[in-house]
Each structure stands twice: as structure tokens, then as C-alpha cells.
Nanobody, 125 residues
Framework: QVSLVESGGGLVQAGGSLRLSCTGSGRTLSTYIMAWFRQAPGKEREFVATINRSGSTQSYADSVQGRFTISRDNAKNTVYLQMNNLQSDDTASYYC??????????????????WGQGTQVTVSS
């Protein structure tokens, strides 16, 4: 079982950037397919980005394509989400999630077994 801890959230002006980090403990993150999801108040949790074990394949939600980049450093047991040109609609709690490797990358929250506690991102306009 793996434990996940997110960091890097905060308050940023529209057009600004943030980099979120997700660090694993208990088991190496290289074992897992990783993803970022987000949830705004009153809304369902939505997919943001996912990455395969080696980092060679990524997939993004249409709403963040071209602005966000997911990456991983397996040596540091960490997954990142670089967020550029942030907009007010990006305001949400951001969660990292892990999925066992026997599956392909996925964009549905129910496909992921392990979750972090979340980090808040607030974009002011």
C-alpha cells in the first residue's frame, strides 16, 4: 500500500503558475500509474492528467491541455503537475491518485485505489 502527500498549492493571480508535487511513501511510486484530479466546491471530482509508470505517456483533460504538464521522477518517488496560465476555473482542491500497474492509464476517479489528502489551489482574477 502506498501513502500519498500533495504539496505546492496556494494563492496565485490569473495567468500565473504553480507546481504541485505528490510524494509517495510505503511503496515506490514507480509501481503505479499516477494521476491528478481536482474538486471545486459543489462539484464532482474531475480528471486533470495521468501518466504511465515510465513517464513516456500522458493524457490530459481538454480543459487543461496545453497549460498543465504532468511528469514524474521515480528516483525521487514524486509526481508533479506544472500548471501555467492559471484561470479562476482552475480553483479547486487538487488530489494525486495511484493505480496498480496491471491496468492502463485511466481518467475516472473510480479506477484509482490510493489518494492523497489534497492541496488547495486558488486563482484570483
Amino acid at each position: 500500500q502506498v501513502s500519498l502527500v500533495e504539496s505546492g498549492g496556494g494563492l496565485v493571480q490569473a495567468g500565473g503558475s504553480l507546481r504541485l508535487s505528490c510524494t509517495g511513501s510505503g511503496r515506490t511510486l514507480s509501481t503505479y500509474i499516477m494521476a491528478w484530479f481536482r474538486q471545486a466546491p459543489g462539484k464532482e471530482r474531475e480528471f486533470v492528467a495521468t501518466i504511465n509508470r515510465s513517464g513516456s505517456t500522458q493524457s490530459y483533460a481538454d480543459s487543461v491541455q496545453g497549460r498543465f504538464t504532468i511528469s514524474r521522477d521515480n528516483a525521487k518517488n514524486t509526481v508533479y503537475l506544472q500548471m501555467n496560465n492559471l484561470q479562476s476555473d482552475d480553483t479547486a482542491s487538487y488530489y494525486c491518485a495511484a493505480r496498480p500497474p496491471r491496468f492502463a492509464i485511466g481518467d475516472t476517479a473510480g479506477q484509482y485505489d490510493y489518494w492523497g489528502q489534497g492541496t488547495q489551489v486558488t486563482v484570483s482574477s
